[in-house]
């Protein structure tokens, strides 16, 4: 069984920056992509980006390309969003979810494990 922990959410000014963390038990997380969704009330979960086994490819969604970063450290199990230039629409909660694959996806549909998940509030 695979769990994923989320941390490092909070409060922030719109302009601010925030990493998020996500540690992952089990010995085969360097096997597979991992990605950032998020989920605001009312709206639909999107996906913010995602990192293939190695840490080599990204992928982000397009209302965060060029403000957000997705790194990995396998050795620690854990995944990373860092998180710049920060708005109010970038208000909601982050999930972190672990791949069926290596790389990884846009689809949710293509996620098999999630954290629970932690809230981001971005102040105007």
């Known amino acids: 069984q695979v769990q994923l922990v989320e941390s490092g959410g909070g409060l922030v000014q719109a302009g601010g920056s925030l990493r998020l963390s996500c540690a992952a038990s089990g010995r085969t997380f360097s096997n597979y992509a991992m990605g950032w969704f998020r989920q605001a009330p009312g709206k639909e979960r999107e996906f913010v980006a995602a990192?293939?086994?190695?840490?080599?490819?990204?992928y982000y969604g397009d209302s965060v390309k060029g403000r957000f970063t997705i790194s990995r450290i396998n050795a620690k199990n854990t995944v990373y969003l860092q998180m710049n230039s920060l708005r109010p629409e970038d208000t909601a909660v982050y999930y972190c979810a672990r791949s069926i694959g290596a790389f990884g996806r846009s689809s949710s549909a293509e996620y098999d494990y999630w954290g629970q998940g932690t809230q981001v509030t971005v102040s105007s």
């Open positions: 990192i293939s086994w190695r840490g080599s490819i990204t």
